[in-house]
T-cell receptor
C-alpha cells in the first residue's frame, strides 16, 4: 500500500542552525500539505501545494520558513534559523485532487527538537 | 476567518457507554467536513466524511448547518476506540484545517 514518506523521523538541532525536512507524497497526488503540530494541539496548516504551485502559505512564517516542490512531486520544508519555539512535529500529507471528497494521507512526521 | 472548535480536550467514558465528541465550525460557504483519528503510534488517518453519510467502526457524524456543528457519535464505546480525534473542515480549494483535538479514553 502506498504511503507518504517523510525523513528524517527525528531531528535535533541547535538554535540558529538551519534544518530541512523532506516529504515524498503518494504517486499521482497533486495536492501536498505541510502541517506543524505542537504537543497537545491540532495540526496547523503551514503550506499547501497544488502540483508545484503554492496555493496557501498564509500561516507560514516566511521570515524563517520556506517550502518548495520544484517538480510537483516531492517537497522540502526548511527553517533557517531555527528557534526554540519551532520544536514540534512536522507532518506532510497528500491528496489526489483539490477539494472534493478525497482523503488526505499523512506521513509519520518529523519530530524536531531545537536546543 | 475559518475556525473549528473542539471544546473538550479529554473525554473519558467506560466501555459500552455512548460517546459524543463535539465539533463546531465557523466557515464561509459550505465546507466539506471530516473526522480524522490518530491511534497510539499510528499516522493520522481519515475516519469519516460528512457527505458520505457513512458509519465507520460504529461512528457517525451529522452535519447541523443551523448550529454549524459536526459532532461525532458512537452508541457503545469500545476500548480500541481510545485515540485522538480531530474535526477537520475543508474547502473546495483543498484547504484543510484541524481542530485542537479531543482525546477519547475508553476505560474497561
Amino acid at each position: 500500500e502506498a504511503e507518504v514518506a517523510q525523513s528524517p523521523r527525528y531531528k535535533i538541532t541547535e538554535k540558529s542552525q538551519a534544518v530541512a525536512f523532506w516529504c515524498d507524497p503518494i504517486s499521482g497526488h497533486a495536492t501536498l500539505y505541510w502541517y506543524r503540530q505542537i504537543l497537545g494541539q491540532g495540526p496547523e496548516l503551514l503550506v499547501q501545494f497544488q502540483d508545484e504551485s503554492v496555493v496557501d502559505d498564509s500561516q507560514l512564517p516566511k521570515d524563517r520558513f520556506s517550502a518548495e516542490r520544484l517538480k510537483g512531486v516531492d517537497s522540502t520544508l526548511k527553517i533557517q534559523p531555527a528557534e526554540l519555539g519551532d520544536s514540534a512535529m512536522y507532518l506532510c500529507a497528500s491528496r489526489t485532487i483539490t477539494g472534493g471528497l478525497t482523503e488526505a494521507f499523512f506521513g509519520q512526521g518529523t519530530r524536531l527538537t531545537v536546543v | 476567518a475559518q475556525r473549528v472548535t473542539q471544546p473538550e480536550k479529554l473525554l473519558s467514558v467506560f466501555k459500552g457507554a455512548p460517546v459524543e465528541l463535539k465539533c463546531n465550525y465557523s466557515y464561509s460557504g459550505s465546507p466539506e467536513l471530516f473526522w480524522y483519528v490518530q491511534y497510539s503510534r499510528q499516522r493520522l488517518q481519515l475516519l469519516l466524511r460528512h457527505i458520505s453519510r457513512e458509519s465507520i467502526k460504529g461512528f457517525t457524524a451529522d452535519l447541523n448547518k443551523g448550529e454549524t456543528s459536526f459532532h461525532l457519535k458512537k452508541p457503545f464505546a469500545q476500548e480500541e476506540d481510545s485515540a485522538m480525534y480531530y474535526c477537520a473542515p475543508g474547502r473546495n480549494t483543498g484547504k484543510l484545517i484541524f481542530g485542537q483535538g479531543t482525546t477519547l479514553q475508553v476505560k474497561p
